[in-house]
């Protein structure tokens, strides 16, 4: 179980450099075109090159946020309740979350194979969505292991206390 835990550790951390360079590559990108389009030379594309930056931005951080508790939690009323109670319903949250991830990562794999199939491109840049398609997918199932290491954690707490 720790060698499961430690090559997840690596795999998010390496996602996170990658999330942070295409975060990167969107700022430079869209301040490119903005100064371009001051001189009336925009850069084709830009919008798509964005979006799909994005995309593959979001599918790399998520499981590092997650792993480090980073999603934002309304907490206003759980607190008030003991520690065992709290990790309770963290649990029950951790299983939903569970279901409702792999519910998208095989919908997203499900998605990309029909636009692979249908040969859809691009607008603009004729690139293959599918490929960025499935690297989302690749980031939610990246993403529901680490839920399933959260959920693994959380049970070991409730056994303790």
């Not at 996602?15 to 590559?25: E, N």
């Not at 636009?115 to 599918?130: A, F, H, R, T, V």
Request: aromatic share 12%; hydrophobic share 55%; charged share 15%.
């Amino acid at each position: 179980m720790e060698l499961i835990q430690k090559a997840l550790l690596f795999v998010t951390d390496k996602l996170k450099i990658v999330g942070a360079v295409f975060l990167f590559g969107m700022a430079l990108l869209t301040c490119a075109d903005v100064i371009g389009r001051l001189f009336k030379y925009p850069i084709f594309g830009s919008v798509e090159l964005v979006s799909f930056m994005g995309v593959i931005a979001i599918a790399c951080s998520l499981p590092f946020t997650h792993q480090k508790k980073g999603h934002i939690g309304v907490e206003l009323f759980i607190r008030k309740f003991s520690s065992r109670t709290r990790n309770i319903i963290a649990l029950c949250t951790e299983v939903l979350s569970l279901l409702l991830f792999v519910l998208v990562a095989w919908r997203m794999f499900h998605y990309a194979t029909k636009i692979k199939e249908s040969g859809e491109l691009s607008m603009n840049l004729q690139l293959p969505e599918y490929a960025i398609i499935y690297i989302l997918a690749v980031g939610f199932v990246i993403f529901t292991l680490i839920i399933i290491n959260s959920i693994f954690a959380t049970i070991s707490k409730i056994k303790k206390k």
